[in-house]
């Protein structure tokens, strides 16, 4: 069976070359058509042995040429390789036969020679998109972002309204660093390619992917308005929606869904997911264990009834759960990570920090690996340990609030009243409903003497986040030292009103985590 991979004949694919044969004779002339339709047809064998046989009785550049291949088809890549640089030889210089070629290397794990080919194509016909998009996706692949950004951009200019290179574009700019611009290629790509759910779709999930969620949710509400009966569109929404912590716009996406919505047991995992945000954990305990009854051996499921019980105080069951998860899928980074959580609420710090270390040995850009390992360190006083980590959370996942909050406290800290002031602000430019991240900055100010401008930022915390009883407090404090009693008093007031919380706020962000691998 012809074993041509995917990627050659769907996302890229050979381009026939136009060539014909230079003997005049009708048999040779009867036989290369029989040769083409086979190629077409991809009975790849019929057609190396056709023009097997034609190029060794008249070696021409086309008979090389599609010799080569249909050697390509049945998986013989290095004479595939061979006869394509012989056809060059025989005069088949063309865009086409260069792209071919870069192609064959492609499949042959020659990465860089298909590089210098697809380039040797645009060279002689700079609006050859195929290479343009060929060289492209192959330079994302191997890393090189930033150049696929220019080739995509230049592809963009030939096809406005492909939507692949769109997809592409935003793709390569996300990973070359270029977050805002993504962000900005996404909208306009809808604007250019309207009505396109399918790319709307892709799209989002990319942005999820690099943690662009509220982009995502805009995108995936376009698509359900285009295809609101999609549930695909519809599960993929709700779980943005969940990402962005909002478990009741989650709840009302799946609403009225089919039960067999999407892959087994999904829906109800989500729903479990949403009804636990909202606090009824008894409700999202019903759904979770139905989803699992559904897929057992579902990895990802696992890891939600974890997460579920930890929110449930019961950590060393979160633990047992996550090592029978971990038993499935050994390499999954997310699973150590959810132990460490389990770990440090038990206060096991030692096993939290070796859970972290194990999840990084398994995916080095795990940023949220980095956070926990920056609580860690806090905790036990090492702020400089602290600070490293969190730098390293922030450059793997610059558009998270939390991580630049963590920084600035750490910063706060160790007396950096700058470099703090910096990400707090930042903080509050990503998250303007980030109640800590205002009361860090108070305290801030209030350390500077700033304590009208500290206080204007603790009751922008007490706005967000009523039953915030540090703020009350430290409100309290500043009233007073403003001459202000009344208004202490009734700072005082409200802060006894409220019930005190076990935890702090970092310490519930840790679980209502979702245990998402994406995270």
């Known amino acids: 069976m012809a074993r041509l991979h995917v990627q050659i004949l769907a996302a890229l694919g050979l381009t026939l070359f136009g060539l014909h044969p230079v003997a005049n004779a009708q048999s040779t002339n009867e036989d290369f058509a029989r040769g083409v339709q086979a190629f077409e047809a991809h009975d790849f064998a019929t057609a190396q042995q056709v023009f097997s046989l034609l190029a060794r009785q008249h070696p021409s550049a086309a008979n090389y040429g599609y010799l080569a291949m249909a050697e390509v088809g049945e998986g013989n890549l290095k004479q595939a390789i061979a006869d394509f640089k012989k056809s060059i030889q025989l005069g088949g210089s063309s865009a086409s036969i260069y792209y071919n070629l870069g192609l064959a290397y492609l499949e042959d794990r020659q990465s860089p020679a298909a590089v210098q080919e697809f380039r040797q194509a645009i060279s002689l016909d700079s609006k050859y998109l195929p290479a343009r998009y060929a060289l492209g996706v192959t330079l994302l692949n191997s890393g090189q972002a930033r150049k696929a950004v220019v080739c995509f951009t230049e592809a963009r200019k030939l096809a406005p309204h492909d939507p692949r290179i769109w997809a592409n574009l935003v793709k390569a700019q996300f990973e070359a660093g270029e977050i805002q611009e993504a962000i900005d290629t996404a909208e306009d790509a809808m604007q250019t390619v309207p009505n396109d759910a399918r790319l709307a779709v892709t799209l989002a999930t990319v942005c999820i992917q690099h943690q662009q969620i509220q982009a995502a949710r805009n995108l995936l509400e376009d698509a359900n308005e285009l295809m609101p009966d999609n549930p695909e569109v519809r599960l993929l929404l709700a779980k943005a929606s969940l990402m962005a912590g909002e478990p009741v716009e989650a709840l009302a996406v799946l609403k009225g869904m089919p039960q067999g919505s999407g892959e087994s047991g999904e829906k109800l995992l989500l729903m479990g997911e949403a009804r636990a945000l909202t606090g009824n954990l008894n409700a999202a305990a019903v759904d979770v264990m139905a989803a699992l009854r559904e897929s057992p051996g579902n990895v990802q ?88 980590n969190f730098r390293k959370a922030v450059s793997l996942n610059p558009s998270e609030a939390l991580f630049h909050r963590e920084l600035g406290v750490t910063l706060l800290e160790q007396r950096k009243a700058a470099e703090a002031r910096k990400q707090l602000d930042l903080v509050l430019t990503i998250d303007p409903k980030d109640a800590e991240g205002y009361f860090w900055r108070a305290k801030l ?22 039953d915030y009883s540090k703020a009350y407090t430290e409100l309290a404090k500043l009233y007073t030292a403003e001459g202000q009693p009344q208004q202490a008093a009734i700072a005082l007031a409200e802060q006894k009103k409220i019930k005190a919380s076990s935890n702090s706020a970092v310490q519930d962000q840790l679980l209502k985590n979702l245990p998402d691998a994406l995270r």
């Open 301 to 388: 499921f696992l890891a939600t009834y974890a997460w579920l019980q930890q929110l449930q105080r019961r950590y060393m069951d979160a633990l047992a759960t996550l090592a029978k998860a971990r038993a499935l899928e050994p390499q999954a980074a997310f699973l150590p990570y959810r132990m460490g959580v389990s770990y440090y609420f038990l206060g096991q710090l030692q096993q939290a920090e070796k859970a972290c270390e194990e999840a990084l040995q398994l995916s080095p850009q795990y940023a949220s690996a980095y956070l926990l390992l920056g609580i860690i360190k806090f905790q036990t006083k090492d702020f400089r340990a602290a600070e490293s």
């Open 445 to 466: 100010l209030a350390d500077q003497g700033a304590r009208r401008e500290a206080i204007a930022d603790l009751k922008s915390a007490v706005e967000l986040k009523p």
